[in-house]
C-alpha cells in the first residue's frame, strides 16, 4: 500500500489508526491459527485432489475438497498461491473447523466467470480467515462472497441445511464491480465478521449486504472505496429484509455493527456509510439493530445523503460514534419512509460526535461553504435529524457532540439550550480535531 505524498511529516493520526486496525487484524487472526487445535491439513497450488492426503507432503489442490474430507475439529493450512474457482465452504460442523492462509494474504482466491469467489450455502461452524479474496476478470456478475441458508441436507452428514456460525476474519475483500463484496442473506444465523479490509465495490449494491438474516456482528473491519476507480454503490453496509417470508423469517434482526473504519466515500448521492432498511416493504425491515463506537471519515468531494439512515425499520441505536470530515452530507441521521415501509420506531441516537474541523484561509472557506451549505441547512434546521415527524414514532437524539461550524452558530446554541431545558442534556464543544483534508486516503 503507498499514501500519497503529504506537506505534513507524517501520515493524520485517524489514517495511522486505519492501518493499525489492519495490522492488529494481521496479528489476530495468526494467534488463532496457532490456538488451533486439531490435526492440520494443508492445500497448495501443486497439490492433487486425488493423489493427496493432505499433509505437508501431499497437499490438496482445492479448499472445496479439503473442507469436505477433514475430521471436525481440524485446521486446513492453505499455502501461498492463487486458486482459481469458487471455494464453497457446505459442510456441517459440531466443534468447527478453521480455513487459514498460511501466510497472511499470500493465499489469493479467484473466482471463474459466473462464479462466486467464497460461499457458504450449506455450512455451519466454519471460520475463514487471512486471504486475499477477489473476482478474477472483467464485469464479473456475482457477489464475492455469499454466505445463506439454502433447503436440502449436508451431502456428508445428512443433517438438514442451516448456514450458521461461519466467521470471515481478517482478510482483504476487494473490487467486485458489479455485486455485493459480501452478502449475508437467507436465513444466515450467527455470522460474524471481523479484522477485514473491505474496498473497491461497484455498481447498485454494496461492501456488505446484510439482508434476512438473525445475529450477525461486523466488528473492527475497514471500509474504502478509491474515487479514482469510479466507484458508485449504495451504502457501504445496508441492514435490510428484500424477500418478503420466503426464507421464513420476516425482518432481519439482532444485528451489531461496532469499531469499524469507515473512508473514501464514492458513493451515489441518496446513500451513505450505513442503511437500515431500503426496500419499502410493509414489515419493519430491520429490528435490533446496534450502531457504535464507529469512525466514520468523510473527506471526498463526494455528497453523501446522510452517514446514517434508517428506513422502515425499529429498536435502532447510533451511539459513540465519531465523524469527522469536511465532504458534504445532506444530514447527519436520515429517517424516513418509502412505499409500504411502517413508520420508523424507537430509534435512538445518543453520545456521538460530529466534526466540521475549522479551516484557516479565507479561500479554504468559501470553498468549504460551497460543499457544505446543504450539510448546514439540513443538519441545524431539523436538530441534528433529518426527520419529517409523521415518519417516525420515537426519537431520541440526546448528548450529541457537534465541532464546527455548528457550535460557533446562535441557531445551533439555541437549539442546545431548548434541550437542556428539556432535559436531554445536549453538549456543545470542539472535539479538537484536525482538518480532515490532512488524512491522505490510502491506495490500493
Known amino acids: 500500500m503507498t499514501i500519497p505524498n503529504s506537506p505534513f511529516r507524517r501520515p493524520h493520526p485517524l489514517i495511522l489508526l486505519a492501518l493499525v486496525l489492519l495490522a492488529t487484524a494481521s496479528t489476530a487472526f495468526l494467534l488463532h491459527a496457532r490456538a488451533a487445535q486439531g490435526q492440520a491439513y494443508y492445500v497448495a497450488p501443486d497439490g492433487n485432489n486425488s493423489s493427496g492426503d493432505g499433509s505437508v507432503e501431499r497437499p490438496w489442490a482445492t479448499i472445496t475438497h479439503a473442507v469436505n474430507s477433514v475430521p471436525d475439529g481440524s485446521t486446513i493450512l492453505v499455502e501461498p498461491g492463487t486458486y482459481v ?53 472483467a464485469n464479473p456478475i456475482d457477489n464475492l462472497v455469499h454466505i445463506q441458508a439454502t433447503d436440502g441436507v449436508d451431502a456428508t452428514s445428512g443433517a438438514p441445511c442451516a448456514t450458521r456460525e461461519i466467521t470471515v476474519r481478517g482478510n482483504i475483500i476487494h473490487d467486485s464491480l458489479n455485486n455485493d463484496l459480501l452478502k449475508i442473506n437467507n436465513g444466515a444465523q450467527q455470522i460474524t465478521v471481523t479484522g477485514n479490509l473491505f474496498y473497491n465495490q461497484r455498481g447498485s449494491d454494496e461492501h456488505i449486504d446484510i439482508n434476512s438474516v438473525i445475529n450477525v456482528v461486523v466488528q473492527d473491519n475497514i471500509f474504502l472505496n478509491d474515487p479514482d476507480n469510479g466507484t458508485q454503490p449504495h451504502a457501504f453496509i445496508v441492514v435490510k429484509d428484500s424477500n418478503d417470508n420466503d426464507d421464513g423469517l420476516t425482518g432481519t434482526r439482532d444485528i451489531t455493527l461496532r469499531r469499524n473504519v469507515f473512508l473514501g466515500w464514492a458513493g451515489s448521492v441518496g446513500y451513505g456509510f450505513i442503511q437500515i432498511g431500503e426496500d419499502g416493504k410493509p414489515y419493519y425491515e430491520a429490528q435490533n439493530v446496534l450502531v457504535e463506537n464507529n469512525l466514520l471519515l468523510h473527506h471526498s468531494v463526494n455528497q453523501m445523503n446522510a452517514p446514517f439512515a434508517v428506513m422502515g425499520s425499529r429498536d435502532v441505536t447510533i451511539r459513540n460514534n465519531t465523524f469527522v470530515g ?43 461553504r460551497a460543499r457544505s451549505a446543504v450539510t448546514r441547512s439540513t443538519a441545524i434546521s431539523t436538530g441534528m435529524v433529518a426527520n419529517p415527524s409523521p415518519l417516525m414514532r420515537t426519537r431520541r437524539s440526546m448528548s450529541t457532540m457537534m465541532g464546527a461550524p455548528c457550535w460557533t452558530t446562535p441557531r445551533c446554541r439555541a437549539y442546545l439550550a431548548s434541550c437542556r431545558r428539556s432535559g436531554m442534556r445536549g453538549k456543545a464543544a470542539s472535539p479538537m480535531a484536525q482538518r480532515a483534508s490532512r488524512a491522505p486516503l490510502p491506495t490500493w
Open 326 to 368: 469536511d465532504g458534504p452530507t445532506g444530514a447527519w441521521l436520515r429517517v424516513y419512509r418509502f412505499d409500504q415501509n411502517q413508520p420508523a420506531e424507537n430509534v435512538r441516537f445518543f453520545n456521538n460526535i460530529w466534526s466540521r474541523p475549522p479551516v484557516a484561509s479565507t479561500a479554504s472557506r468559501a470553498r468549504r
Open 85 to 137: 474457482g469458487e471455494v464453497r465452504l457446505d459442510r456441517i460442523f459440531t466443534t468447527g473447523i478453521t480455513i487459514s492462509s498460511q501466510t497472511p494474504y499470500q493465499a489469493k482466491l479467484r473466482n471463474l466467470p459466473g462464479e462466486k469467489g467464497v460461499r457458504s450455502f450449506c455450512g455451519r461452524a466454519i471460520t475463514l480467515e487471512g486471504f486475499d479474496i477477489a473476482h478474477e476478470g
